[in-house]
């Protein structure tokens, strides 16, 4: 995992890939992120409890990018 500095609560790493897809017009993404909660599984599953699950979060925000993303509004 990287050091993500003083203002980090989560150590994380992550990547995105995008690769063209010429025969749909399209652009295939692909992210991977791997994260070290504060507490570890225990605390993983205390913010889980609370509504506070990070992979629900992430993939929340994906679909909101996708559909930005989609719809031209990219700045």
Known sequence: MADNGPHS???HAGSVQFKPLVDENATKVRGTLQY????GL?????LKMLG???QRKI???????KE???A???G
């Open 9 to 11: 609560d989560v150590d």
């Open 36 to 39: 070290s909660p504060v507490g």
């Open 68 to 70: 930005l993303m989609e």
């Open 59 to 65: 993939q929340h925000n994906l679909r909101k990018f």
């Open 42 to 46: 225990i605390g993983a599953g205390v």
């Open 72 to 74: 031209g509004h990219a």
């Open 52 to 54: 506070e699950d990070p």
